[in-house]
């Protein structure tokens, strides 16, 4: 259902600050996380939002290798993406990261108003993708790209719902495709 991020295989180690240093020195033969800026390093973090890990000697340096998570899921706050703009690109975001299962996106769709391209008769211009036959939504503004698509006169506003009726058998619909991450709701999602 979502388009998944694409993430290097390993991640650059975050700096090791004179801080960490000083903390290491108070604690011999403890290890130290880097945490996932999404969460609260002073709070509960699930083990998928652990970066790695430095350890301390017995006496107090931290003189190894960072070890690496295997099982760390880069948030899109990690990712450097842009603040959500709304609760379905909020949705999309966590999705497409591994940070929520993307259950919710197609209830979200229907609540919301979004932008669709317009073609030259008013209707909406579908398009030929590597998934399927789609229509192109943005949640907002922030996601349109420079230029209208092929075969569109410009941008109209609809409640997400109202757009699932209109589109044709088929037809399914790409949300935010011209930004870090959007998702493709294939029309089998759409129709339950």
């Not at 108003?113 to 909406?124: L, M, N, T």
């Not at 699932?164 to 129709?191: E, M, S």
Request: proline share 12%; net charge negative.
């Amino acid at each position: 259902m979502t388009r998944r991020i694409r993430v290097n295989d390993v991640p650059t180690p975050p700096p090791l600050t004179d801080e960490l240093r000083e903390q290491a020195r108070r604690s011999p033969g403890k290890w130290f996380y880097a945490i996932d800026p999404f969460f609260d390093p002073g709070g509960e973090v699930p083990p998928y939002g652990i970066i790695g890990a430095w350890q301390a000697d017995e006496r107090g340096e931290i003189s190894g290798e960072f070890r690496h998570n295997p099982n760390y899921r880069p948030s899109p706050v990690a990712l450097d993406y842009p603040d959500p703009t709304d609760p379905l690109d909020d949705a999309i975001q966590l999705s497409s990261t591994g940070y929520a299962t993307g259950e919710g996106i197609v209830a979200l769709l229907l609540e919301a108003d979004v932008i669709v391209a317009a073609g030259p008769d008013g209707g909406i211009p579908v398009f030929d993708t590597d998934e399927g036959r789609t229509a192109l939504v943005c949640t907002a503004q922030a996601h349109l790209p420079g230029e209208f698509p092929e075969g569109s006169t410009g941008w109209q506003r609809i409640r997400g719902g109202d757009l699932i009726g209109l589109l044709p058998a088929g037809v399914g619909v790409a949300i935010n495709p011209f930004g870090p991450v959007g998702v493709v709701l294939p029309h089998t999602d759409l129709r339950r």
